[in-house]
């Protein structure tokens, strides 16, 4: 697939940036728009409709306002926040005049994530933070279910893939969303082994499933499939970014 451009419309009186990619799998030309993150894209099947994309998506704008609305609000991750974190809601408390950087206080009397330094900074030092926890299990959760099959990734990649939350390449490399870190730890774990299996079989089939259940169990992971299923865009929601 050819690099998105991103261009601006105007869609019921605001801007909204729209990701124009080519897809020679496509067969016509589709606007998506992402429940979950609100990335607006068009797709084109070839160079010579590109031209027209943009045009397209400008007749489906009134479509695109709608599932636009229905995308949840965004969080910011600031001082006085709750997020939840494993699945278990935390408070984000301002710490300045420590040093430790980012830390769950054990001693609170509630689930609290304290952040030290200076309040602007807060946002991107708890992203940051859960992206390296996030790092941590997700590896440490895939080389234990990896060795299980007598497996093993040629590459562990954590990112914030806003169409899937984990995916392996037919060379062994496994991606898994850094977001996995703030749904319960069985959801977690089930990502690693839908991605792990597919070390052994490339695809959806009995056998691949078998794989799966023989991994984390056939309860936990229909379990795990029903959270993500209910609660997974609002993992999306979650931004350092400011409003």
Same mark, same amino acid.
């Given at each position: 697939?050819?690099?998105?451009?991103? /261009?601006t419309?105007?869609?019921?009186?605001?801007?909204?940036? @729209?990701?124009?990619?080519?897809?020679? /799998?496509a067969?016509r030309?589709i606007?998506?728009?992402? *429940?979950s993150?609100?990335?607006?894209?068009v797709?084109? *099947?070839?160079?010579r409709?590109?031209?027209? #994309?943009?045009?397209f #998506?400008?007749q489906?704008?009134?479509w695109?306002?709608?599932?636009?609305s229905?995308?949840?609000?965004?969080?910011?991750?600031?001082?006085?926040? !709750?997020? *939840?974190?494993?699945? @278990? *809601?935390?408070?984000?408390?301002? !710490?300045?005049?420590?040093?430790?950087?980012?830390?769950? =206080?054990?001693?609170?009397?509630?689930?609290?994530?304290r952040?030290s330094?200076?309040?602007?900074?807060?946002p991107?030092? @708890?992203?940051?933070?859960?992206?390296?926890? #996030?790092?941590?299990?997700?590896?440490?959760?895939?080389?234990v279910?990896?060795?299980?099959?007598?497996?093993?990734?040629?590459?562990?990649t954590? /990112?914030? +893939?806003?169409?899937?939350?984990?995916?392996c390449?037919?060379?062994?490399?496994?991606?898994?969303?850094? /977001?996995l870190?703030?749904?319960?730890?069985?959801?977690?774990?089930?990502?690693?082994?839908?991605?792990v +299996?597919?070390?052994?079989?490339m695809?959806?089939?009995?056998?691949f499933?078998?794989?799966v =259940?023989?991994?984390?169990g056939k309860?936990e992971?229909? +379990?795990?499939?029903?959270w993500?299923? =209910?609660?997974g865009?609002?993992?999306?929601?979650? !931004?350092?970014?400011?409003?």
């Amino acid at each position: 697939m050819a690099k998105a451009h991103q /261009r601006t419309l105007r869609i019921a009186g605001q801007s909204v940036p @729209v990701k124009v990619r080519l897809n020679p /799998r496509a067969r016509r030309l589709i606007v998506k728009v992402h *429940p979950s993150t609100g990335e607006v894209a068009v797709v084109a *099947p070839t160079s010579r409709s590109l031209p027209k #994309a943009l045009d397209f #998506a400008r007749q489906e704008g009134e479509w695109i306002a709608d599932r636009l609305s229905r995308v949840p609000e965004r969080i910011n991750l600031r001082a006085g926040q !709750t997020i *939840p974190y494993r699945g @278990v *809601p935390h408070i984000i408390r301002s !710490t300045p005049d420590e040093r430790a950087g980012v830390w769950i =206080d054990l001693e609170a009397d509630k689930p609290l994530i304290r952040v030290s330094g200076f309040w602007e900074h807060i946002p991107r030092r @708890v992203e940051d933070w859960l992206k390296k926890q #996030a790092r941590a299990q997700i590896t440490r959760r895939i080389a234990v279910l990896a060795e299980q099959l007598g497996a093993s990734p040629s590459r562990i990649t954590v /990112r914030d +893939a806003a169409s899937r939350w984990g995916s392996c390449s037919t060379r062994g490399a496994i991606s898994v969303s850094w /977001r996995l870190i703030l749904a319960p730890g069985f959801v977690l774990n089930y990502v690693c082994a839908h991605e792990v +299996a597919h070390l052994r079989e490339m695809n959806h089939g009995r056998r691949f499933w078998r794989l799966v =259940d023989e991994l984390v169990g056939k309860e936990e992971a229909e +379990a795990a499939q029903a959270w993500l299923r =209910d609660n997974g865009a609002e993992l999306h929601r979650y !931004t350092a970014s400011a409003d």
